[in-house]
């Protein structure tokens, strides 16, 4: 379902899961939870040691043929001791993407 908050779940017994959201109520046997960086907040009952951060990345548009798929390699390089940075090719016209990994801002 798409554009539905999830507001709340509980066990309704051992083989039941009743969710609450802001489109209504629903049973389920089994809950997958992708909430990605509001997962603390969505789980915040069970106090998980989960650290978000904040990583930039960027796409730089470059036709040239050596950033090319088949021609540049992905890659991650330490640049500097705990500090990566990484990259792919221009795959199908999407811009060649390059990333910091681990930098960015603990919330
Ligand atoms: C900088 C960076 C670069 C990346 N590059 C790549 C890459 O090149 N290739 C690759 O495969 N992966 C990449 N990833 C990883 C990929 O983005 C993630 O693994 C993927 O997006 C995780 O998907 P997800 O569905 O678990 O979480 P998300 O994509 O974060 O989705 C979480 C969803 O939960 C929803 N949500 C939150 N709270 C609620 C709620 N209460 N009720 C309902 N919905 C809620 C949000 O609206 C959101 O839509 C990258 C990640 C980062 C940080």
Redesign the pocket.
């Known amino acids: 379902m798409f554009e ?3 507001k709340s779940y509980r066990n309704l017994n051992h083989e039941l899961i009743e969710v609450q959201t802001d489109k209504g109520s629903f049973v389920t046997k089994q809950l997958i939870i ?5 997962v603390n ?2 789980l915040s009952d069970f106090k998980l040691p989960l650290v978000i951060q904040k ?3 960027a796409w730089f548009e470059n036709n040239d043929k050596e950033y090319q798929i088949g021609n540049m390699p992905c890659f991650l390089v330490e640049y500097d001791t705990g500090k990566y940075t990484y990259g ?1 090719p221009n795959a199908l016209g999407t811009g060649v ?1 390059i ?1 910091l990994h681990l930098q960015g801002p603990v919330y």
């Not at 992708?34 to 509001?38: E, N």
């Open positions: 539905t908050k999830v992708s909430a990605g960086l509001w907040e969505v990583n930039s990345v792919f993407k990333g």
